[in-house]
């Protein structure tokens, strides 16, 4: 193929194109629109948001427990990027004020301190060591001592650990009605597993047993006694059944003997 054929070839194919194009219906020019519509206005819409002062910020930040520069975390987690962004947002009223996560969780572990502090019953937590970490007043309490004298102490010290030992090995709740501790105590006991923790709950419910064997042994007193009365009864009516039957058998001879005596 020589390069003037090359040339030839393609001069043919653009006419051919033209020669096609010419004949191809042309489309219709586009209508220009009227200039009063190529214009568009806008009015300036400017967010007047109040700002506040820097006691307000205080105030606001001490709403969510932070009270000095070291309280504000910082964190991010509330989705502010620092604590007095999020205030501000709080006084614009765009957040909470206890959207804070830090704050939050301070506050629950606080409350589930003030509930296991006001707990009628006596709770324990032991590590994996059976170690105690933790006892609430109820405990202390019913053990006898200060907390400084069971904390970091081995529970073997106060009770006996079998049941406690028992759930860190088998990781499931343990159930007892009557668990005597060494104080001769009665207690109702609830061990579960938490995470790498044991926890104990008790009930004292000595003076529930206390008043139960009582009633048993007056049950079985009156038992008893009713037997021996029924014992005593039964003797009496006997012997007057035997006193009884004599007394018919001597009127049944005597009557028979009244009866021959006038027949004959
Ligand atoms: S979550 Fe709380 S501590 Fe963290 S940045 Fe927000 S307000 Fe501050």
Known sequence: VTKTDIYSKKQKLLDFYHRIRSQAPQPEPEPSLPAEYLHREFKARELNLPVPDEEQIREILAQSGKFSPEDELNCGACGYGSCREKAVAVFRG????????????????????????????????ADEELVIVEINPAAIKMFGGKQSKFIGEKLNAIMEPTEFQRVLKEKRMLKTDAGYLKNNLITRQIIFPLENLVVGIFIDVTKEFTQQNELVQVKTQTIERAEEVIKKQMTVAQEIAGILGETTAETKTLLNQLIKLMQN
Do not use: D, W
């Open 94 to 125: 765009h957040a909470e004020p206890q959207m804070c996560i830090p704050y939050m969780r301070k506050r629950a572990e606080s409350m589930s301190n003030l509930v296991l502090n006001a707990m009628p019953n006596g709770v324990i937590i």
